[in-house]
């Protein structure tokens, strides 16, 4: 039976006020034990026992004010509650309670959110301040061993509560540094693309005019298109950013796939350099990770060849076969260079890897140029289309 959408509302309109306002959670576990400690004070007693009188529920409610602090001075209400129990039980003949309510979330709240020297403090506080409480009340080991059984079991709780908390933290800060690295690597990929076929272009852009005005008017016409899909795309980027804090104006544009592999290898070939692409053993949609990934790893790869290679050739080719698609990207220029590669190279066994595939760079066929091959598992077309 599910929970009425109405109900669902106002809980999660009540964990939204608590997890911005701390004061509100304490005030309301404040009135929670102070509603349980009423209760013994509301319910007959036995004739033969004394009436609950209002000073003994005056200074049960003194008991849980504290609670109003307990994250922010947790020690300090500790020993409220330690004074204010102990007077209870010294100067008054009030009601018992079933449960020391206020000791236990005190203790609860020490466990997950003090340091250790204040928790080691409440534990030897507790071994002195629960066998006196019980020798005052009933010195019965029956009522001994409860005691230290319920506040262990506060702390214990207290302390995983901790623990989970931190492993949360660390889930977080990895998850962040994993979107930051994704992120790092799409604006490095729009970016350096984008930026090296402009300066390509304007390079050749005066020895056009010279020339070949003709050629001259495609290179600015290509440095224009160029710069409005990087802006684009850096929108698109930028307005997912923003979803998260709900102010993206951006509109929802699809990630770059394998439809835009046939034009990107036209941009290229307009910069100058006899991009040819071909595919084979039916190369078919991916799904949208996957998809852009390939993407990426050509855009990357002809990157590389536009900035440093010095090519007058490149082939582009994606064969399917086996449940694997293989990217092999080649040019005809000075191959590799000396020294580690560049962030683009490691982003693109990174961006392989991440799909379970690998991504090797070398040189090319017959020794000349430079290759970048990549394999990636594809699913089935049956798995796609679910």
């Known amino acids: 039976m599910g929970i009425p959408g109405e109900v669902r509302g106002w809980w999660e309109r009540a964990r ?23 209760m013994p004070f509301v319910v007959p007693r036995a004739p033969e026992l004394e009436p609950a009188t209002w000073p003994a529920y005056g200074l049960t409610t003194l008991t849980v004010v504290p ?12 020993l409220a509650i330690l004074a204010t129990s102990g007077l209870y039980r010294i100067a008054l003949e009030g009601p018992g309670q079933p449960l020391p309510y206020t000791g236990l979330v005190i203790v609860y709240t020490i466990a997950a959110l003090s340091p250790p020297r204040d928790r080691l403090v409440t534990v030897v506080l507790l071994v002195l301040a629960v066998p006196a409480s019980v020798w005052l009340n009933t010195r019965s080991a029956r009522e001994l061993v409860f005691s230290l059984f319920v506040f262990a079991a506060a702390y214990v709780f207290g302390r995983l509560t901790d623990t989970r908390q931190r492993a949360n933290r660390v889930e ?26 402009m300066i ?16 001259a008017e495609a290179a600015f016409d290509a440095i224009s298109e160029t710069g409005r899909d990087a802006m684009a795309q850096l929108r698109r980027m930028l307005g997912v950013l923003r979803e998260g804090d709900g102010t993206g104006d951006a509109p929802r544009e699809p990630q770059p796939d394998l439809a835009g592999l046939p034009v990107l290898v036209e941009r290229v070939r307009a910069g100058g350099i006899d991009v040819t692409y071909g595919t084979a053993g039916g190369v078919r949609a991916l799904p949208g990770a996957t998809g852009a990934t390939v993407y990426r790893i050509v855009q990357e790869a002809l ?63 017959g020794g000349r140029g430079f290759e970048v091959r990549a394999r990636i598992p594809v699913p089935a077309p049956a798995e796609v289309a679910r």
């Not at 977080?172 to 076929?197: F, G, K, N, Y």
């Not at 304007?202 to 070949?212: D, F, S």
């Open 67 to 78: 609670l109003v602090w307990r994250r922010r001075a947790p020690m300090a209400v500790l």
């Open 172 to 197: 977080a800060e990895q998850a962040a540094a994993r979107e930051r690295a994704r992120i790092a690597r799409e604006m490095h990929d729009i970016l350096s693309h984008a930026v090296s076929l």
């Open 303 to 365: 990157t590389n060849v536009v900035k440093h290679a010095d090519a007058r050739t490149a082939s582009v080719r994606l064969t399917c076969e086996d449940g694997m698609l293989e990217i092999v990207v080649t040019d005809d220029g000075r191959g590799p260079r000396p020294g580690p590669g560049g962030h683009g190279l490691v982003g693109l066994r990174e961006r392989a890897a991440a799909h379970g595939g690998t991504a090797v760079t070398g040189p090319g066929p």
């Open 16 to 38: 939204s006020l608590g997890g911005a306002n701390p004061w509100a959670v304490d005030i309301g576990i404040a009135l929670l034990v102070q509603a349980a400690m009423t």
């Open 200 to 215: 390509v272009q304007a390079e050749a852009g005066p020895v056009a005019v010279r020339t070949a005005p003709e050629r």
